[in-house]
């Protein structure tokens, strides 16, 4: 069975089939962006929930949950980062990992800081305020 049948319209008598390899499914530019836009919102709502964080990250007075892949997936020095991490411990994941950036921004690097950096990265949005 090539193309395996999935279900029969409720108005027509057809067949459907799922798509293959061959035949690619395409989102519009605005279809996209508003899907990701839902799931960067899903994404950052987990983190505040602290739903599936497997790292955390090292401020000077809390230390804050985050999603590794998310921050893989948003920048090389992250990857860079993980990748260390896995090399040292001989593992591939990085489950537990504390991160200490401080070092790179800052030994003042606090929680409310933090969590702008890392909305910035989850939602591509960042408060900008006078001071």
Request: hydrophobic content about 35%.
């Amino acid at each position: 069975m090539k193309n395996m049948r999935i279900y029969q319209t409720m108005n027509q008598n057809q067949d459907i089939a799922p798509p293959t390899l061959s035949d690619p499914v395409l989102l519009s530019d605005e279809r996209h962006k508003g899907k990701l836009s839902h799931l960067s919102v899903i994404l950052w709502n987990m983190l505040k929930q602290n739903q599936a964080c497997d790292i955390k990250i090292k401020t000077c007075d809390v230390n804050v949950n985050a999603h590794s892949c998310i921050l893989i997936a948003a920048s090389e020095y992250f990857k860079k980062c993980f990748d260390l991490i896995s090399r040292m411990r001989g593992t591939e994941g990085i489950s537990g990992v504390l991160l200490d950036l401080r070092p790179h921004l800052g030994s003042n690097l606090n929680h409310k800081d933090m969590m702008n950096i890392l909305h910035y990265i989850y939602t591509g949005e960042m408060e900008v305020t006078p001071d």
